[in-house]
């Protein structure tokens, strides 16, 4: 069974979304939300149910602080996280 005819059956798609996807050279990489922001629209005009999983928390946010280097201390990981979280949200 291809990717198609795979989808086509579904009733339910999970979707994961890492740091790679949404993060190009430490900046929030706008295009690709947005390509895949249709692609799930699409799925739902097909009547899929969606569930969409992201890790990329903590490297949305550092890009929208600006930063460019990762640090060990949790405050600062929690930090980016709380404030890509709701980037993604949105």
Do not use: W, Y
């Amino acid at each position: 069974m291809n990717r198609t005819e795979f989808i086509q059956n579904a009733h339910l798609i999970i979707i994961k979304v890492g740091s790679s996807l949404l993060v190009r050279d430490f900046q929030l990489d706008v295009d690709r939300l947005q390509k895949l922001a249709g692609q799930i629209s699409a799925l739902l005009q097909l009547q899929k149910k969606i569930i969409l999983v992201s890790s990329g928390a903590m490297a949305c946010g550092m890009s929208m602080m600006g930063f460019h280097q990762k640090r060990k201390d949790i405050p600062f990981k929690q930090a980016m996280a709380s404030i890509g979280q709701g980037v993604l949200m949105q």
